[in-house]
């Protein structure tokens, strides 16, 4: 008896903004493959993330094991970007300093 077998897609997709997301959540794949390089197991995974079904993490983790230059070449890419973010708001004047800035424009009026 001759089974069929039918090739998968992963259950990722990117959102309007370009981030890899676990088809239907919110959960990014970075979020995935973060914790199971960190040890966690698929059940441990679903278990902190119950919006995603058990066999969705297994897809996208063996995904990434079939892939994985390229998702880390987009995983580097996503952090390059978040440093970029964290860079250009640390450039920015904290909330203290921009209100002692206004108090002493107010001052300098009255």
């Known amino acids: 008896m001759a089974?069929?077998?039918?090739?998968?897609?992963p259950p990722i997709?990117?959102?309007?903004?370009?981030?890899?997301?676990?088809s239907g959540t919110r959960v990014t794949v970075d979020t995935i493959v973060r914790a199971f390089e960190r040890g966690a197991t698929p059940e441990e995974i679903a278990g902190q993330y119950p919006v995603v079904p058990l066999?969705?993490?297994?897809?996208?983790?063996a995904y990434y094991l079939s892939h994985r230059a390229d998702?880390?070449?987009y995983l580097a890419a996503r952090?390059?970007?978040?440093?970029?973010v964290r860079?250009?708001?640390r450039k920015q004047p904290d909330a203290a300093e921009v209100r002692q800035r206004l108090l002493?424009?107010?001052a300098?009026?009255?």
């Open 79 to 84: 952090r390059n970007a978040e440093d970029e």
């Open 104 to 106: 002493a424009r107010r």
């Open 13 to 22: 997709a990117a959102d309007p903004d370009g981030v890899l997301r676990v």
């Open 87 to 89: 860079a250009a708001f």
């Open 108 to 110: 300098g009026r009255a």
């Open 55 to 61: 066999p969705d993490i297994y897809a996208v983790i």
């Open 3 to 9: 089974v069929a077998l039918t090739p998968q897609v």
């Open 71 to 73: 998702i880390d070449a």
